[in-house]
């Protein structure tokens, strides 16, 4: 429901990153400033130039007006000191020419060394505000919540992260350098014309519109075409993405070809809204430069018809040339403002998706009553809980309504989709009941401190889950200040022990691509000696369900012994094992509890359990 955003909107966004690097980007306008007018300021020497050149034929120059700025500067002060030079064998005219020369190439020593400084430090504001913006924007989806993320398409995310971020680089690199700089020439050419011509500069400006009104007119669209491909880009990273990470289900059923299709059409879309795009930019190009031509040429014929026919205009041969080539130079840098104008607006839809990410609003934040929490004294009550994903199947979790007693064990079993997860990841915190209610020992969930209850809940997911660190960075995840002793402490609780020693770095191996890769069973025990250091006695666990060889397992079952050892412990189970263990067993199914109770019970009652129960064990 976002109308497509105004430059301003995109300008005043990003104006908070450019504050803070004020300093630099005074220095870069003092710079620019510089450049610009050194720049032109070596126009002012084609007066002289053309006196000298004129003079020597026997022409008389002295123009009917003559008395512009540049035709007083020239004839008072610039002409008397070039007749007075004289180097050598060289007599005056010539010693002129040669001090002009001088005089042109220090002034393009100082403007070009001001324009090295004023080019790096536009393009590395950029940079840097770039890298603030993206730092805020990860910053920002980390707080957001895991609903958002399982929610928005992955792809889109990515994109908007990598190849909008960039974009919006450009168009801050353009805005600093080019947006700054060419309106800073055209001042100053201005200047040069109006110091040579002041009536003739006069009559341009009123061309000015001219050249600028297309670009208003264009630039809005080019806007919005650029969005439209960037959604597009968008959508094809999503469609690669979800491809890959689907590889094995694609090669099993052989839906290569399928999955080829479907991203040839998504690539088609991005190329058809390109398209789209660039006629776009090309129209207002084309526009600029038809009106900014015939523009130039009406102006300059209308100047000389009144200057013949009505009244004199130019006030010399000297200063008319430079006015001339002064007006190309305006009209070259209009030109080149406008091409930048259309690239900045062509990425300013891609700043604005990034800022749509910075603008969805991150988890609920903690209540100021949010009571703090230590540890559960009495139980867990699931009321009536309810959770539907929005996603138009029906609750994940129907009516939910569940006992957990402190120091129980707690077995989820059911089949895939029935829910399980969901109900572990209520008591995480990732998701909020759609309806009904948690509490614990009495008080809602929700009004809980997330750090306080997070800090007492360890989590121990299905697929172990290692960071590119060190075996000691990995371990003491949930809990950063740990001295090595606690560290090694827990890994020998996890069935490290062994395993260590075995590593000549010890706990500085570094696990992931960069060191040793770490077996299944290896790095399952990593994360349950994570869960132990954390010390948290309510333990979610999603048992893994990848074979191991029997020895792994039963280390990894060892170890998860050790860490169930007086906490409180809600379980995914799809082993026998941990099944029978535990005090109670909920098997769900669809999202609603059909069966509770324990191993032996629910045995007798020959339900689903029952059922399940003899396929698995094979009786
Ligand atoms: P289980 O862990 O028992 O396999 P889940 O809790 O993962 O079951 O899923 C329960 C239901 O919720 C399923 O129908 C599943 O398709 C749906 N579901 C799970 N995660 C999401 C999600 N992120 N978005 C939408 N629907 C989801």
């Not at 510089?34 to 120059?61: C, M, N, Q, W, Y």
Request: charged share 20%; net charge neutral; hydrophobic share 45%.
């Amino acid at each position: 429901a976002m109308g497509p955003p105004t430059f301003r909107e995109t300008v005043s966004r990003l104006w908070p990153y450019l504050v803070k690097r004020k300093v630099a980007a005074l220095g870069m306008l003092g710079l620019g400033v510089v450049a610009a007018l050194g720049a032109k300021a070596t126009l002012v020497f084609i007066h002289p130039f053309v006196d000298l050149l004129f003079r020597e034929k026997g022409d008389s120059l002295e123009g009917e007006g003559g008395d512009s700025f540049l035709d007083k500067l020239s004839s008072e002060q610039i002409e008397p000191w070039l007749d007075s030079l004289q180097y050598g064998d060289l007599a005056p005219p010539l010693s002129g020419v040669l001090a002009l020369v001088g005089l042109m190439a220090g002034l393009a020593l100082v403007f070009s060394i001001a324009q090295y400084f004023f080019l790096r430090l536009s393009r590395m504001i950029g940079v840097w505000m770039v890298a603030d913006l993206r730092q805020d924007l990860t910053s920002h989806v980390l707080k957001l919540d895991v609903t958002f993320h399982s929610k928005r398409r992955l792809g889109d995310l990515v994109s908007r992260v990598t190849a909008d971020v960039g974009a919006t680089l450009r168009t801050l690199q353009l805005l600093l350098g080019e947006i700054v700089q060419e309106p800073l020439h055209l001042f100053a050419t201005f200047l040069v014309a109006w110091a040579a011509e002041p009536t003739a500069t006069l009559g341009m400006v009123i061309f000015i519109p001219v050249v600028a009104f297309p670009v208003a007119k264009l630039g809005p669209r080019i806007k919005r075409r650029s969005a439209r491909s960037q959604e597009k880009l968008g959508a094809t990273n999503h469609s690669l993405l979800q491809m890959l990470s689907g590889i094995r289900v694609v090669k099993a059923f052989r839906a290569e070809e399928r999955e080829a299709a479907n991203y040839r059409r998504y690539n088609q879309e991005f190329v058809g809204q390109t398209d789209r795009m660039v006629r776009a930019q090309a129209a207002s190009q084309a526009v600029t430069l038809f009106a900014s031509q015939g523009g130039a040429g009406l102006a300059l014929g209308a100047l000389v018809f009144v200057d013949l026919a009505v009244t004199p205009i130019f006030s010399g041969p000297g200063t008319m040339t430079v006015f001339f080539v002064a007006v190309a130079s305006m009209f070259a840098h209009a030109k080149r403002i406008t091409k930048s104008m259309n690239e900045v607006f062509a990425s300013l839809g891609a700043a604005q998706r990034v800022f749509e990410v910075l603008d969805i609003e991150p988890e609920t934040p903690d209540s100021a009553e949010a009571a703090p929490f230590n540890g559960v004294k009495s139980s867990i009550q699931f009321e009536n809980v309810t959770f539907d994903y929005g996603a138009g199947e029906g609750p994940a979790l129907d009516d939910v309504s569940l006992t957990i007693k402190r120091g129980e064990r707690i077995a989820l079993v059911g089949p895939s989709g029935a829910g399980k997860s969901t109900l572990l990841d209520l008591l995480g915190r990732f998701h909020s009941p759609t309806s009904g209610r948690i509490f614990v020992d009495g008080h809602p969930l929700d009004d809980i401190r997330r750090s306080d209850w997070l800090t007492n809940v360890s989590l121990v997911p299905q697929d172990p889950f290692l960071f590119q660190d060190s075996i000691r960075e990995n371990v003491r995840y949930g809990k950063p200040d740990a001295g090595d002793e606690e560290v090694l402490e827990a890994c020998q609780a996890a069935q490290l022990g062994s395993f260590l020693q075995s590593l000549p770095d010890g706990l500085d191996t570094q696990v992931g691509e960069a060191g040793a890769r770490l077996s299944g069973g290896q790095a399952q025990r990593v994360t349950i000696a994570r869960a132990f250091l954390q010390g948290a006695d309510l333990l979610l666990l999603d048992e893994a369900t990848s074979a191991l060889d029997s020895e792994a397992e039963q280390k990894v079952q060892a170890a998860l012994a050790n860490l169930m050892k007086g906490r409180t412990v809600v379980a995914i189970a799809h082993r026998l094992g941990t099944v029978k263990g535990s005090d109670r067993i909920v098997v769900l199914n669809s999202g609603k509890i059909a069966e509770i109770g324990s191993h032996e019970t629910l045995l007798k009652d020959s339900g689903n359990y029952s059922r399940m129960w003899a396929l698995q064990s094979g009786q």
